[in-house]
Nanobody
């Protein structure tokens, strides 16, 4: 299983970035997907998650209304659109996959519940 995140970079405060994550080696449409982020010295934190079919999305309070998660099951990809970025959003962003173990499962917000992880992409927001 491989999750390849891309789209990070340097952006000025107030700008936007769109992160992408390409998945391979798994039945993508059977996995909930999530984005997490981590800054030096801090624990990795939940950012957003999307259900296997894209019908349900979940966000950390800190990014609600600012970030949008989406997916394209035909292309095995998940995206994170980030708008109105501020320096506090600077972090390494990771995409993750969570197996849908039951028909009633929903995407998790805890990293321990994710089965697959990408290598991360760095987002730096300058003030």
């Amino acid at each position: 299983v491989q999750l390849q995140a891309s789209g990070g970079g340097l952006v000025q405060a107030g700008g936007s970035l769109r992160l992408s994550c390409a998945a391979s080696g798994l039945f993508f449409a059977s996995n909930h997907m999530g984005w997490f982020r981590q800054t030096p010295g801090k624990e990795r934190e939940f950012v957003a998650a999307i259900s296997y079919n894209g019908r349900s999305t979940y966000y950390a309070d800190s990014v609600k209304g600012q970030f949008t998660i989406s997916r394209d099951n035909a292309k095995n990809m998940v995206f994170l659109q980030m708008n109105r970025l501020n320096p506090e959003d600077t972090a390494v962003y990771y995409c993750a996959g969570q197996k849908r173990r039951t028909v009633i499962s929903i995407p998790a917000t805890r990293e321990e519940e994710y089965d697959y992880w990408g290598q991360g992409t760095l987002v730096t927001v300058s003030s």
